[in-house]
């Protein structure tokens, strides 16, 4: 495959931690949307909603991760690079968001911003395992919205949630790089003619 040629940046190695960090407030947000709609008791919503997001997170993120790995192999046989700005860029934090390309000195936007078109895939991803949780733990309630119903809203607030965090990590990458200083180190010149600079190694 020659889009590993250059080493690149595998995504799952950088998303994972910060999804794993972020468990605790997305099994907030919906172990507290489950005892809204359905009036359980607090500890069956933060222990259904723990196991879902476990088996989304911890397996499901991983296998999607690996496919879109395994499509952008493939697609990088007959899919060009673009080679001028700004569709370079975009076209690595897009069709490269699995395993980031040509990220080079730009990793400090392009990282998160990657982060940030990953969610998309794992939104449905999520859903899509979690349902098979839901579905069967919300089968028996004669209130408040279906199963397939509450999976989908559930994760509107919670991917909304990790929205507004991923982009509060991007607008803090980009301000933290541009308030750092950039320092150019120049050969300084001699200060006279046929002087040789102090910094020159010398034999």
Not at 165 to 180: E, N
């Amino acid at each position: 495959m020659p889009f590993l040629a250059n080493l690149g940046i595998p995504m799952l190695a950088v998303q994972m931690p910060l999804l794993l960090g972020a468990l605790p407030a997305v099994v907030f947000i919906e172990s507290y949307l489950l005892r809204h709609w359905y009036g359980m008791d607090g500890f069956r919503a933060v222990k259904l909603a723990t196991i879902a997001n476990l088996l989304s997170t911890v397996l499901g993120f991983p296998i999607m991760w690996f496919l879109l790995f395994l499509i952008q192999g493939l697609s990088s046989n007959f899919l060009p690079f673009p080679k001028t700005e700004p569709w370079q860029s975009i076209f690595a934090v897009t069709a490269q968001s699995a395993w980031l390309e040509h990220a080079r000195h730009r990793e400090y936007w392009m990282v998160p911003t990657a982060c940030l078109v990953l969610l998309v895939p794992a939104f449905f991803m999520t859903v899509f395992v979690e349902s098979f949780v839901y579905r069967r733990a919300l089968a028996r309630e004669s209130s408040g919205p279906t199963p397939m119903q509450a999976t989908w809203r559930m994760h509107y607030f919670s991917y909304g949630f990790l929205a507004v965090a991923g982009l509060f990590l991007l607008t803090a990458s980009i301000v933290k790089h541009q308030r750092s200083p950039h320092q150019h180190r120049s050969r300084p010149a001699p200060s006279a003619v046929g002087e040789v600079p102090a910094t020159y190694p010398g034999p």
